[in-house]
């Protein structure tokens, strides 16, 4: 599929508000399995906080944006860089790409543009967690340079349990 050569990277807009939370919702559904219920929850509470606002969560402050790749008038991939506490780092969120355009190089030029970005803004280093539902995520993060910092269990018995990973990775 020669799909990638009409992918473009471009900054949110409002516009895209409903597909950007359709696309971050059923990415993480996806992966659910045995935690659905769990899972269900953190993607309501999301859909209620940063995601309802992303001009205001993401936008608003100079040094973070959010980003879509659009291909043929849809949104297939989005990913969010918001500053931290430290000003020399910035986080890395919400990154979701749609199946239909998996294994294609997306997601890794969603952190090409990220850390292009971060290096512009001054940041040094890039922050990310991710869950063990996400595998494949987890793969092309470490792929491309993001190292394990810290893991951690994430809800309780009887709806599960799952392991949050903490990754970094320091820009050049």
Known sequence: MSGQSTLNIRDFLPGDLAQVRELFANGLMEFAGEVEEGVRRYVDQALKDDMADIAAHYQAHARGNFWVVESQDSVVGIV????????????????????????????RRLLEKTE????????????????????PA???????????????????????????????????
């Open 80 to 107: 969010g860089i918001q500053p931290t506490d430290r000003e020399e780092e910035a986080e890395l969120r919400r990154m979701s790409v749609s199946s239909t355009v998996r294994r294609q190089g997306v997601g």
């Open 138 to 172: 987890l793969a092309m993060y470490q792929n491309n340079g993001y190292t394990l910092v810290k893991e951690e269990p994430y809800g309780e018995p009887p709806n599960g349990v799952i392991t949050v990973y903490h990754l970094v990775k320091e820009l050049a």
């Open 116 to 135: 292009e970005f971060c290096r512009s803004q001054g940041y040094r280093r890039i922050v990310l967690s991710t869950v063990d539902l996400l595998q």
